[in-house]
């Protein structure tokens, strides 16, 4: 913290092709995760690896432009670790995004979903980033996940969505995370779709859970990047380069709603900042 001035109240997290979210900050400062002690290395394309903090709307932020992934390697302490340290910064609200395959035959790709709930299908066989002794400091031992994704932070965004014209592209859903990295059998992804799913990743949740834990509010967004295949008829095939291209031709969109849900958020200016308590 000595190395920026800023004092960040909302952090957010680019996923796959994403990472222009942090273009938009102004008077940055910029750090390598190799520079940060105990942060992991990015290594996945698409995903830059740096810390950037700086000014939106008046709001003083960080930005993960990179996030750490399950599959790379990295215990779910390690790809959580930042959030905690957003924390100790004294942030509020955790933004985060990523690139998802829909499952639901409603959602397309190029489609937004703001995320309503999630199925953490890691965390439902055990893997879990709260496994191990519960640090009270920053939550409790059993916290309740109904409600994670802050209700009006998503009636905020779908408002935003129809001012901005773009409320066709904007649908509410669930996000699953599977662990990756290969994507879904036909099997699987049908198995995915009588669940209930909406759209499936490898990422976010995690982060979600430790978020809810500290006590942040959560705003998740999925960028529908492809359709997951749910027929043995359908030549589709995904792959990362497309999930990356449509990342780039939506990444505006996103940038446009995420920056007004920024702008327009509430902050509690009382900053629960846990720095000298840790
Ligand atoms: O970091 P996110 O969840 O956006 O990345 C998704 C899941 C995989 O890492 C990758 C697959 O293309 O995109
Ligand atoms: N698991 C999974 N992750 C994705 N990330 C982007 N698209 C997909 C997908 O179809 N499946």
Redo the contacts with the bound molecule.
């Keep these: 913290m000595s190395r920026t001035k800023h004092r960040p109240q909302v952090s957010i997290i680019c996923g796959?092709g994403l990472g222009m979210l942090a273009d938009s900050l102004e008077c940055q400062d910029q750090f390598s995760y190799s520079d940060i002690p105990g942060f992991p290395q990015s290594t996945v394309q698409g995903h830059a690896g740096r810390l950037v903090f700086g000014e939106l709307k008046g709001k003083s932020c960080v930005c993960m432009q990179g996030r750490f992934h399950m599959y790379e390697g990295h215990s779910l302490l390690k790809t959580t670790f930042p959030i905690r340290v957003f924390k100790l910064m004294g942030v509020q609200t955790l933004i985060v995004t990523?690139?998802?395959?829909?499952v639901a035959d409603h959602l397309h790709p190029g489609d937004i979903m703001i995320i309503k709930d999630h199925i953490n299908f890691p965390g439902l066989v055990g893997l879990n980033p709260l496994h191990g002794p519960n640090d009270e400091r920053f939550g409790p031992r059993f916290p309740a996940m109904s409600g994670c994704y802050n209700r009006e932070l998503r009636s905020l965004a779908h408002e935003i969505s129809k001012q901005l014209d773009i409320a066709g592209l904007v649908q509410e859903g669930v996000y699953a995370m599977?662990g990756?990295p290969n994507?879904?059998t036909i099997a699987e992804a049908r198995m995915l779709h009588r669940m209930g799913v909406d759209a499936?990743?490898?990422s976010t949740v995690p982060e979600v859970v430790v978020a809810s834990h500290c006590g942040l509010q959560v705003f998740g967004l999925s960028l529908i990047?492809?359709?997951?295949v749910k027929s043995y008829d359908d030549s589709d095939c995904?792959n990362?380069d497309g999930?990356l291209e449509v990342g780039r031709l939506r990444s505006q969109t996103v940038q446009q709603l995420v920056t007004e849900v920024i702008s327009r958020m509430e902050i509690n200016n009382n900053i629960d900042r846990m720095s000298n308590a840790v």
């Design positions: 796959s990523n690139a998802a395959g829909s599977v990756g994507f879904e499936v990743g490898m990047t492809n359709k997951v995904v990362h999930v």
